[in-house]
């Protein structure tokens, strides 16, 4: 991984292998050990970058504006939940109604609620052969992650199979389909679980000077968002996710 580092920073690489390689849980393996790396990478940099600087580093009434969104649904891989040419509702939506219904009643059961609502007004995209709308559940929860931190996780098909893979462990049946607050419930105590292993690796000898070098305020690494994203960029390495890096 020595090419992610920036000039004096890849030093401080060699310690992570064996950082994380004295976990006792279930990110204690060679290939668990590799994604975890590689998703505290992710973090960092998603901290770091300038697209999410007013919603993660200096959080406020950050305006979800339509050249963002755009980029957005795009590069999160939710642009096909939306219908063609309800783009602009959609995003008036998110950023107006939904945003007062996360800050005044459950975050959780607010991004169920929107899903139903964006549904029901028919701006989601079609499917099946009678092409009704779906509910796009991760869409919403993308942008609730982002307007309610550290109560919220994006929803993600890849995050849902590492869920999957914890509970075949343990001999639990599998996250029930179709609910965020059923999903977020599941997530948490699995993150309850390994929060300290969690805490432990962005404690590693080499992720505040990487995190230095990559823009994001060492701070942030003692913040409950960034360990719940970095739980989150785990499980969808563990499934097969591979953004580069």
């Known amino acids: ?66 050249d963002w969104f755009e980029w957005f649904v795009g590069e999160w891989g939710v642009a096909r939940t939306i219908r063609i040419g309800c783009l602009p509702l959609v995003r008036d939506y998110l950023n107006t109604d939904f945003r007062a219904e996360l800050l005044d009643g459950d975050p959780c059961r607010a991004v169920d609620s929107a899903a139903e609502l964006i549904q029901a007004r028919g701006w989601s995209s079609r499917s099946g052969r009678k092409g009704l709308p779906t509910r796009p559940i991760s869409l919403v929860s993308k942008i609730g992650f982002f307007l309610c931190l550290g109560k919220l996780v994006p929803l993600d098909r890849y995050s849902i199979r590492g869920l999957n893979a ?9 996250v029930p389909a179709g609910s965020y607050q059923a999903y977020l419930a599941i997530f ?57 890096i």
């Open 1 to 66: 991984f020595g090419f992610l580092f920036p000039r004096d920073s890849r030093v401080h690489f060699s310690q992570a292998r064996s950082d994380h390689l004295q976990m006792n849980s279930i990110l204690a393996d060679p290939a668990r050990e590799k994604a975890l790396a590689l998703a505290q990478i992710q973090v960092l940099k998603m901290w770091g970058s300038e697209r999410y600087r007013n919603f993660l580093v200096a959080p406020r009434r950050a305006e979800i504006s339509m």
């Open 166 to 174: 914890l509970r075949k462990l343990d001999r639990m049946p599998r």
């Open 188 to 244: 948490d105590a699995y993150y309850a679980r390994q929060k300290p292993e969690l805490i432990a690796a962005l404690n590693a000898s080499w992720c505040a000077p990487l995190a230095d070098a990559l823009g994001c305020p060492t701070a942030a690494l003692k913040s409950v968002s960034l360990q719940r994203k970095l739980f989150d960029n785990f499980l969808m390495r563990r499934s097969g996710y591979e953004q580069s």
